[in-house]
């Protein structure tokens, strides 16, 4: 009887989840199409994000939460099989991308910093069009993997260390980001003494520094959404891979709960994007008045 009323407890919570994953995500699409002070190729890379979050609201949540529906005919297990199969897969392709997608906006603000004036001339607009679409390849590939050899934990396991490999990537481009930011206001606060114009030209880059910090600390709440909902399935995931957790009803229960945990991930983003960055604050707000006067 538990069992069965935290099954349709973590069905409705889907179905609730994917339709303001759905909505946020459009919005935030919209919205991004009027932010002009983001470059052209972040603005792509935050495109691919709330594409992403996008299609898990509309396919992957719904889906999932049919397999949660309790049910005896033998029509809806089939439905409900099909459903399964098509989740995994479709979770495995938005969440790879996903995954990847936010490592490399971290790594762009990463080259924004180091290259300078270099970085439209490195960062081209279709470099970064032909990374996600081998970000869509490699995800592809881990799904045939997972069908060609018939094992749902060789996918599951890839998933995990691709997780674990991106937030090591974060972390370092962070630290990096972090180092060369000192670096540089403790050279601005030597030449700023000096006598005129130099005070102008150091304050510019101070407001430069400042600009760029806080559209750093978005893309850090960001990430740090993503390692909260994402640790719960990787911790899982490997404690059944390893059989250390059973796979017993409530085993596999226990595991889809922190799936729906990692699809909060997909509401969670248009919210940071909203709280943080103000433009596209400014955007949303735009949009949602347009919405309301049609």
Not at 89 to 99: D, E, F, K, W
Not at 157 to 183: D, F, G, T
Not at 270 to 280: A, D, K, Q, S
Request: with cysteine; charged share 10%.
């Amino acid at each position: 009887m538990v069992l069965l009323s935290f099954a349709i407890f973590l069905a409705a919570l889907n179905f609730s989840l994917s339709i303001t994953a759905f909505l946020g995500n459009v919005v935030i699409l919209f919205a991004l199409r009027k932010v002009n002070s983001i470059r052209p190729q972040t603005k792509l890379l935050f495109r691919c994000l709330a594409v992403t979050d996008l299609a898990v609201g509309l396919t992957t949540q719904p889906l999932l939460a049919i397999t949660f529906i309790p049910g005896a005919v033998e029509m809806h297990i089939i439905l409900k099989i099909l459903s399964y199969q098509v989740s995994v897969s479709m979770g495995i392709l938005l969440l790879t991308v996903s995954v990847l997608t936010t490592t490399a906006i971290c790594v762009d603000r990463l080259l924004a910093l180091l290259l300078g004036l270099r970085y439209p001339q490195v960062v081209t607009f279709r470099r970064v069009g032909l990374l996600l679409f081998f970000f869509w390849l490699l995800s592809s590939a881990v799904i045939g993997l997972r069908y060609s050899t018939g094992y749902v934990e060789t996918a599951r396991s890839i998933l995990i260390a691709l997780m674990l490999l991106s937030l090591l990537v974060s972390l370092v481009s962070y630290a990096k980001i972090y180092r060369r930011l000192r670096h540089q206001q403790r050279q601005v606060q030597i030449h700023v003494p000096q006598p005129r114009p130099q005070p102008q030209n150091g304050e510019a880059i101070l407001l430069n520094i400042a600009r760029y910090k806080k559209t750093v600390s978005s893309i850090v709440c960001v990430q740090l959404a993503l390692v909260f909902c994402y640790l719960p399935y990787m911790f899982v995931g490997m404690l059944l891979t390893n059989r250390i957790i059973p796979p017993t009803a409530w085993g596999l229960l226990f595991l889809r709960a922190t799936i729906t945990i990692l699809y909060l991930n997909s509401t969670l983003n248009p919210i940071l994007y909203c709280w943080r960055i103000r433009e596209v604050k400014q955007a949303v707000k735009s949009t949602i008045r347009q919405l309301r006067l049609c």
